[in-house]
């Protein structure tokens, strides 16, 4: 079996890259010079305009939060929800909304953390981020500063009038543990 050398093969190429019988080799390099030469642009353009959103978000005055903020990340097994009394388990990371800094992990302690949910002994944030939460269920809660610690803040993490933000896995209900698997 003899292989057809480079030459002697055919591509056919989709509109608008195809070229018409009449279209010479320079034409048709020219034409494709173009396309990538314009891809590229369109790209460049991209990227400084993302670079100049970071650049402009920057610039711009920190504006509190007015109020708690949940986003689920990843879905549990609702078949355990969180309710007032239970026992649970998570894993959290704790940061500042302005800035970004960590302030507190579980990863960092190499240990869950084992606490009763109810309307005492968490901060408000929690208590009403928490609700109705499926174990093995991940959730970002924005907590601002009066549902957090207020304006004494918890020294010497937390500064006083600061928005929190918490990524938090329930881990466990009362002992149990998600059936699916995740």
Known sequence: VKMASIRERKIAAPSPISSSPNQSQDDRLNHMLRLVLGVAVISVITVFEVIGFFVWKSQQPYVPL????????????????????????VNYTGSFV???????????????????????????????????????????????????????????????NSDLMFDILLVDVNGQRSKSKS
């Open 98 to 160: 302005e800035t970004g800094e960590i302030f507190d992990s579980t990863s960092l302690k190499n240990r869950s953390y084992n606490f009763k949910y109810a309307s005492t002994g968490i901060i408000l944030g929690w208590y009403e981020g928490l609700q109705a939460m499926c174990v093995g269920e991940e959730r970002r809660i924005y907590v601002p500063a009066e549902k957090g610690y207020g304006e004494s803040g918890r020294p010497p993490k937390i500064p006083p």
């Open 66 to 89: 007015t109020e708690l903020q949940t986003e689920i990340l990843k879905t549990g097994d609702c078949s355990l929800q969180v309710r007032e009394g239970d026992r649970l388990i």
